[in-house]
C-alpha cells in the first residue's frame, strides 16, 4: 500500500538545524511533485511550506523560510528531504510530507505521518 514514512524532527534551540526525510513506497515517487506543510500550534491552520517537482529541478519556498530552508528529493532512493537552518521559534509546527504541488488543495494526495519540529528561544 502507499506510505509516505517521515523521520527527524525534534526538539532544537533557535538557531539550529534540522532534517527531515519521507521515505515513499507503493507508488512511483518519482512522477509525483512533493510538498512539505506545516500544522502550527494553536489551530493556526495549514501552512504551506514549499514544494519540489517530480524531476526535482524546480523548487519553491513560502517567503518565510526562503533562504533557510531547502527541500530536495533522490529518486532512486524515493526519498523526499527538508533541510532546515537558522530555526526560528515561528518554525515551531507538525511538519508533513505529501504528494503535490503548492498551496492548494492540501486535503488531497498521499499524506505523511507527519513529524513534530519544537524550537526553542
Known amino acids: 500500500q502507499v506510505q509516505l514514512v517521515q523521520s527527524g524532527g525534534g526538539l532544537v534551540q533557535a538557531g539550529g538545524s534540522l532534517r527531515l526525510s519521507c521515505a515513499a513506497s507503493?507508488?512511483?515517487?518519482?512522477?509525483?511533485?512533493m510538498r512539505w506543510l506545516r500544522q502550527t500550534p494553536g489551530g493556526k491552520g495549514l501552512e504551506w511550506v514549499g514544494?519540489?517537482?517530480?524531476?526535482?529541478?524546480?523548487?519553491r519556498y513560502v517567503d518565510s523560510v526562503k533562504g533557510r530552508f531547502t527541500i530536495s528529493r533522490d529518486n532512486a532512493k524515493n526519498t523526499l528531504y527538508l533541510q532546515m537552518n537558522s530555526l526560528e521559534p515561528e518554525d515551531t509546527a507538525v511538519y508533513y510530507c505529501?504528494?503535490?504541488?503548492?498551496?492548494?488543495?492540501?486535503?488531497?494526495?498521499?499524506w505523511g505521518q507527519g513529524t513534530q519540529v519544537t524550537v526553542s528561544s
Open positions: 514544494d519540489i517537482r517530480s524531476g526535482g529541478g524546480t523548487t
Open positions: 507503493g507508488f512511483t515517487f518519482s512522477n509525483y511533485s
Open positions: 505529501t504528494t503535490g504541488l503548492g498551496a492548494t488543495n492540501m486535503d488531497r494526495g498521499y
